[in-house]
């Protein structure tokens, strides 16, 4: 039954992402944070039916440490499931990501309408650049920024580096940092077909301050919490 349910869920998954990203080029108009609001009813799809065919739930713990204002999210990567239940736990949001995503046909095409950061990863400096400048203009826009430091998916129970990106753009706008952690990579694991019945921990850790602060800072303070909350789930 799981690897009916896994095929299944596959095939839905990815019939209704090709028909919404069609739909979603309608949303253009827009603004940006309207604009995410809308598009992320797909996302609360995608969670429901987690939910009810796959049998993958959630809880999350210290939704009390979210301010009222955007703030950029550092978050442990562990599988595509925090890609789309963050769109239904956390305010409108946009995530950085690679810019060959949007060459894929429907699905780059929707991916394009959520105002996402599109870097070049291997461009060094200049990604930072971009991730600085498109971040500014997604946080002033009214938009959180989720940024995944270790910039692939990580194995439940093993640690990526942490790249400078996310703590470089709250060094640089001010603008506070949310550590979070999660185990999604239990129950949804990295690059598999096969999807296990279970509850996700999204974990959100205190509000870190970036005024007047070094980038390296931020980010040792935010991998210190994620790290330390990890080893706990």
Not at 141 to 167: C, H
């Amino acid at each position: 039954m799981t690897v009916l349910r896994s095929m299944l869920f596959g095939l839905i998954q990815a019939g209704t992402a090709v028909v919404f990203s069609l739909l979603s080029l309608l949303t253009f108009p827009l603004a940006p944070v309207p604009r995410n609001r809308l598009l992320a009813a797909w996302a609360r799809f995608m969670v429901w039916l987690g939910q009810a065919l796959l049998g993958i739930g959630y809880r999350v713990e210290g939704m009390e440490h979210l301010p009222a204002g955007p703030v950029i999210l550092l978050a442990k990567h562990q599988s595509a499931w925090e890609t789309i239940a963050f769109q239904v736990i956390f305010p409108p949001l946009c995530f950085v990501l690679k810019k060959e995503l949007l060459r894929i046909p429907f699905f780059g095409w929707g991916l394009a309408m959520t105002s996402p950061i599109a870097i070049d990863r291997a461009a060094g400096r200049e990604a930072l650049r971009e991730i600085e400048e498109q971040g500014r203009k997604r946080l002033q826009d009214g938009l959180w920024v989720v940024i995944f430091p270790e910039g692939t998916r990580i194995e439940p129970g093993e640690r990526g580096k942490y790249n400078i990106g996310g703590a470089w753009l709250a060094a640089k706008t001010g603008v506070p940092v949310v550590p979070v952690a999660h185990n999604a990579g239990r129950v949804w694991p990295k690059n598999a077909l096969l999807k296990r019945p279970g509850e996700v921990t999204v974990s959100i850790g205190p509000v870190i301050a970036t005024q007047g602060r070094k980038a390296n800072e931020i980010n040792a303070e935010a991998e210190a919490w994620i790290e330390t909350r990890m080893a706990g789930m």
